[in-house]
């Protein structure tokens, strides 16, 4: 596809990449062993990007009997020296930085100006902060809590982490399970979605490059029933981190519950975006229209649920939805385009269908179709703003995962913090308002492991990244996502030859040791 009169520059060439199979295990690449091949496809186009061969059961025990080889001289380096890779790794990236921004945009159909300016700066900040981390891994002071007994704790490694990571971002959720864990002098073995595999193969090639030493991350890519039940319920891996779906992360959940293994999951979202009466109404429209059409609302902090008190609800869905019939869709390479398709034909009609059965019991006020003419082969779809939709409907409830926003009025601000909160999830949410103790109210009530103010969306290296109920637990990124990739172990020893011999008298009286001959 190509827009008259728009400059695209050259795409990713996936095919001379990755000649060799789209697994990488112990340093080598090597093809699926699983019997089967799956096409990446541009969704902006339908054209092929990459056939390769899935992996299989066999390739993931491979690739997990390479972690567990390389796990115990990793996990013997100092902070330092896995400190120093990880910088080499942050420079390395930046180097390539065009080169993951091209092929990130080609298999995701993200626009390139935001790969350039957010995919990819954040992943690189991201192994920056990690880099730094890795210096930063303390257990406790020691004391004496106990008489002439010495206690402190240390910080280790769990061993092998197995991680899947999905398809909206692929390259930042790969970054955000594999530098926390081999930060913390873990291995990893991470399966990318087969939808989206291109940039985390890029990823763990550049930290080869970077020094980080063979088996310490291994890609494989293949299906969830296949590759992603057998890598979570492995009984050599310690710890399994998830990125995906509510109801697929509750598979995982079972599936680790077998072998008592740690677990850390990032599911599904439908975040409120609440706006005050004495909101600035042009800023939160705007807001609501960046917060929504994010990734082509592929994200799961998207605003999805906006609650206007009701003396501004009208004059705000107006202007949203004239913010939206603003915005450009098209050819993500082209520099004019605001918003790509959606990353399958699949997704692109699940969407679809949610609004369709919408306007049986709801009001679409623009948007609510694929276009035509030059994109009508590509899987786009309008941003779509629904209205006077009820509270339980479907719309509202369910995580669509799409350039759809549902807008409903409230009057008190009771009510619009209840409805906040009237969702199973509780990953992000915004408020919007000029009132300090508004503002204040709503970060306290909203049950949300994230509550922007006036702002919807931006994320930082430095802070935690992770949901409240039926939106998981644990936390990506910050000090808090590295804790999540250690356990804490107590050390306690006497000081003594006195201690130990009253220790003994304490245990057994005046009676011989047990042992004793």
Not at 474 to 489: I, L, N, P, R
Request: charged share 20%.
């Amino acid at each position: 596809m190509h827009i008259p009169g728009t400059v695209i520059p050259e795409r990713f060439p996936a095919r001379d990449r990755f000649p060799d199979g789209a697994q990488l295990i112990a340093g080598r690449t090597v093809r699926g062993t699983s019997g089967r091949t799956h096409t990446v496809t541009d969704p902006a186009t339908g054209d092929e990007i990459l056939t390769y061969e899935l992996a299989g059961a066999d390739d993931v025990d491979a690739a997990v009997a390479a972690a567990h080889a390389a796990f115990p001289h990793w996990a013997a380096t100092t902070p330092g020296e896995r400190s120093d890779t990880l910088h080499r790794l942050a420079a390395l990236l930046a180097e390539r930085a065009e080169e993951f921004a091209r092929a990130e945009s080609l298999q995701c159909g993200k626009p390139l100006k935001l790969t350039r300016e957010f995919d990819v700066p954040g992943t690189i900040d991201n192994t920056a902060f990690f880099a730094g981390a890795a210096r930063h891994l303390q257990g406790q002071s020691a004391g004496e809590y106990s008489g002439d007994h010495t206690s402190y704790v240390r910080r280790e490694p769990l061993g092998v982490v197995g991680s899947i990571a999905p398809w909206n971002y692929p390259l930042q959720m790969a970054a955000w399970k594999i530098l926390p864990a081999v930060a913390a002098g873990n291995t990893i073995v991470l399966k990318p979605s087969e939808l989206t595999p291109l940039t985390a193969l890029l990823f763990a090639r550049a930290a080869t490059d970077a020094g980080v030493p063979d088996g310490v991350i291994n890609i494989v890519t293949g299906t969830g029933p296949e590759a992603g039940e057998r890598l979570v319920g492995h009984p050599l891996v310690a710890m399994t981190s998830f990125t995906g779906s509510t109801t697929v992360g509750r598979r995982v959940a079972t599936l680790a519950a077998g072998t008592a293994k740690r677990l850390h999951l990032e599911l599904g979202g439908k975040a409120p975006f609440v706006v005050f009466d004495d909101a600035d109404l042009e800023a939160a429209a705007n807001g609501a229209v960046a917060g929504a059409l994010i990734n082509t609302g592929q994200d799961c902090t998207a605003a999805t649920r906006a609650y206007v008190q009701r003396p501004l609800y009208e004059a705000f869905t107006e202007r949203t939805a004239a913010l939206m019939e603003t915005v450009r869709l098209g050819d993500p390479f082209a520099p004019g385009t605001d918003l790509g398709p959606l990353v399958s034909h699949v997704q692109r009609d699940r969407v679809a269908a949610f609004v369709d059965r919408a306007r049986g019991y709801a009001r679409v006020v623009t948007g609510g179709e694929a276009p035509q003419g030059a994109l009508k082969d590509g899987a786009y779809y309008r941003p779509t703003l629904v209205a006077d939709a009820a509270q339980d409907s479907e719309i509202v409830q369910a995580e669509i995962f799409g350039p759809v926003l549902v807008v409903l009025p409230f009057d008190t601000d009771d009510e619009g913090l209840r409805l906040a909160n009237d969702t199973p999830y509780g990953l992000a949410a915004s408020a919007w308002t000029r009132d300090v103790y508004r503002a204040n109210r709503a970060t306290r009530e909203i049950a949300a492991g994230c509550v922007w103010i006036n702002d919807h969306i931006p994320i930082i290296s430095e802070m935690p990244h992770g949901g409240y109920k039926a939106s998981g637990f644990g936390k990506d990124m910050s000090a808090y996502s590295f804790e999540e990739y250690t356990q804490v172990k107590h050390v306690m020893f006497d000081n003594t030859a006195v201690a130990r011999k009253d220790w003994h008298r304490t245990v057994f009286g005046d009676r011989a040791h047990p042992d004793t001959p």
